[in-house]
């Protein structure tokens, strides 16, 4: 485990690597994604597991939030169109069900 940072020495790196060419800078850029890499495949199959699922509850949580705001958003729709089929417009007979084109009117 490497976790003593020693920052002087990383300015001094800095400073050193201003001064390099582009292709020597170019070489060092590639060196240093070549090192997340490996350390990406140095994580256990637990730790990957982990980020997946937790990446995916995220997704799921988002969708959860999306299918509620949606429900409501219906719900607020469908009461301000109370007597009315929200496709066709024909006036609302009572049914559950439009009589002119069928479709589902939310009178709840
Ligand atoms: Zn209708």
């Given at each position: 485990?490497?976790?003593n940072?020693?920052?002087?020495?990383?300015?001094?790196?800095?400073?050193?690597?201003?001064?390099?060419?582009?292709?020597?800078?170019?070489?060092?850029?590639?060196e240093?994604?070549?090192?997340?890499l490996?350390?990406?495949?140095?994580?256990?199959?637990?730790?990957?597991?982990?980020?997946?699922?937790?990446?995916?509850?995220?997704?799921?949580?988002?969708?959860?939030?999306?299918?509620?705001?949606?429900?409501?958003?219906?719900?607020?729709?469908?009461?301000?169109?109370?007597?009315?089929?929200?496709?066709?417009?024909?006036?609302?007979?009572?049914?559950?069900?439009?009589?002119?084109?069928?479709?589902?009117?939310?009178?709840?």
């Amino acid at each position: 485990m490497d976790t003593n940072y020693n920052y002087e020495e990383e300015m001094a790196k800095l400073k050193a690597a201003a001064s390099l060419s582009p292709e020597e800078l170019a070489k060092k850029l590639e060196e240093a994604q070549r090192l997340a890499l490996e350390t990406m495949a140095r994580m256990t199959p637990e730790e990957r597991l982990r980020a997946e699922e937790e990446a995916q509850r995220i997704i799921r949580e988002d969708e959860q939030k999306r299918k509620a705001l949606l429900e409501s958003a219906q719900q607020v729709l469908g009461k301000r169109t109370p007597g009315f089929c929200p496709y066709c417009g024909t006036p609302n007979s009572g049914g559950n069900f439009c009589s002119n084109c069928g479709g589902a009117l939310n009178v709840n």
